[in-house]
């Protein structure tokens, strides 16, 4: 094996979004071990860890060849001492012993269970823990445990929606909410966003922006297409937050995980005979229901803001990256609402997403290299 550093990764940015990711990850073997590492240190509340490990698989993922020795790794950003020690790991042994610990710790398989039922975050998980609990049979048999609304309908379609979504089905889920969005408002824009905008085949929900071309014409916009999708009878699940958009209150000088604009969280029902590949067919032979349920994200920000909002809910850690090299490095402040210069004292204007790179001093980079 040729252990020499390529010249190629001498200069690797600590920042995503100086860096081309696409979905091809040659390092896999490692980053999945970082990846659950990191989930592991959410669980302790250990912010630095879990951050220094989903950052060190971020730079392996856009490594353009797999990592044969420790000394290829040699000046890459971003892989502490930690981090390192567990690579070492596996290139002589193929494995963890670590993570294969870790995979075995109750707590942590019990908090990965509970955290994986949509609207059940690490905290609700760690009560669920604390009192005893290991699967979810005894979450739903616990006569003192009070499930709210989204928790029901995650136990619910739980199996559906613990199963990955393809991309076949994202876009059988693009034509529906088109063909319903567009009978509302024929000239509204929708775009697929999250991972399957960055060509991911899988992912574990679909998510879609959606706006109209007039400035305020959005408003209800959303409320509308739940209510088509329920005339339907394929809305299975609904949780809508309405606006609390502000002009006034930009910038927000922290870091927001969750923007203002209106959106809502479904379940939908998706017919088997509508997903390309598998008309007339049977998925699985124990299963003739013939439908599935999907979890699909809308969000409809006005006009003005949507090349932030496409940027943002774009995702992965490069979005993240951007915000913080916007203000690390260019004393500005990024978020999905706007893009906001400290030295000028002035908001950026743009359109586009390419603006907002071209206001950062960044080079362009294209949604499916985004996957960082
Ligand atoms: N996002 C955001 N603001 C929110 C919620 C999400 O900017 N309030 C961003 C972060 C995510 C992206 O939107 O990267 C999409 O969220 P997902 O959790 O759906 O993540 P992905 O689509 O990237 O992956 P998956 O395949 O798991 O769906
Ligand atoms: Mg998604």
Known sequence: TDCSPPTAVANVSQYACQRRTTTENHN??????????????????????????????????????????????????????????????????????????????????????????????????????????????????????????????????????????????????????????HWIAPDAVLALTGGFRRGKEYGHDVDFLLTMPEMGKEEGLLLHVIDRLRDQGILLYCEYQGSTFDVSKLPSCRFEDMDHFQKCFLILRLEQGQVEGERGQQRDPGDSRGWRAVRVDLVAPPVDRYAFALLGWTGSRFGRDLRAFAQKERQMLLDNHALYDKTKQLFLPVTTEEDIFAHLGLEYVEPWQRNA
Request: charged fraction near 25%.
């Open 28 to 181: 896999k073997i490692f980053t999945d071990v970082m990846e659950e590492l990191a989930e592991s240190s959410e669980f302790n509340e250990s912010k630095g860890p879990c951050l220094a490990f989903r950052q060190a698989a971020s730079v392996l993922k856009s490594l353009p060849s797999a990592v044969q020795c420790l000394e290829a790794i040699q000046g890459l950003p971003c892989l502490g001492e930690h981090t390192k020690a567990v690579m070492e790991e596996i290139l002589t042994f193929g494995r963890s012993f670590k993570v294969e610990e870790l995979r075995c710790d109750e707590r942590y398989q019990a908090l990965k269970l509970f955290t994986s039922v949509f609207g059940v975050g690490p905290k609700t998980a760690e009560k669920w823990y604390r009192r005893g609990l290991r699967s979810l049979k005894e979450i739903l048999t616990e006569p003192s445990i009070q499930l709210n609304r989204m928790q029901r309908a995650g136990f619910l379609y739980y199996s559906d929606i613990s199963k990955a979504v393809s991309k076949a089905e994202a876009e059988a889920l693009g034509c529906i909410i088109e063909e319903t969005v």
